[in-house]
């Protein structure tokens, strides 16, 4: 079992940046995949990042290609996403979530998932 609890959620301005952390419990964090997905209102859920067990491996959305980076600290059991260059369309709920497969965009291949941040983007 792994619970994740996410943070770093708010309010930022269009171009702004935001650091966003997800905590999980367990001994065996390197063992999964962690990933973060986002939901905007009225719309699906969007995969954003995926980072392997190892942190060697990365997928990216192409919406937030070079924007957005993914990275994680196993000693403290938390993966991060940073987030720059902020837009609108990026204010969403954002997830993360850990999956015992190699990084992927399928919602169905993460088992464990936190409750979401909020991330509202001003224009």
């Known amino acids: 079992q792994v619970q994740l609890v996410e943070s770093g959620g708010g309010l930022v301005q269009a171009g702004g940046s935001l650091r966003l952390s997800c905590a999980a419990s367990?001994?065996?964090?390197?063992?999964?995949?962690m990933a973060w997905f986002r939901q905007a209102p009225g719309k699906e859920g969007d995969f954003v990042t995926a980072?392997?067990?190892?942190?060697?491996?990365?997928l990216y959305a192409d919406s937030v290609k070079g924007r957005f980076t993914i990275s994680r600290d196993n000693a403290k059991n938390t993966v991060y996403l940073q987030m720059n260059s902020l837009k609108p369309e990026d204010t969403a709920v954002y997830y993360c979530?850990?999956?015992?497969?190699?990084?992927?965009?399928?919602?169905?291949?993460?088992?464990?998932w936190g409750q979401g941040t909020q991330v509202t983007v001003s224009s």
């Open positions: 367990g001994r065996t964090f390197s063992a999964y995949t």
């Open positions: 979530a850990a999956s015992v497969y190699g990084p992927s965009p399928a919602r169905s291949l993460y088992t464990y």
């Open positions: 980072i392997s067990g190892g942190g060697g491996s990365t």
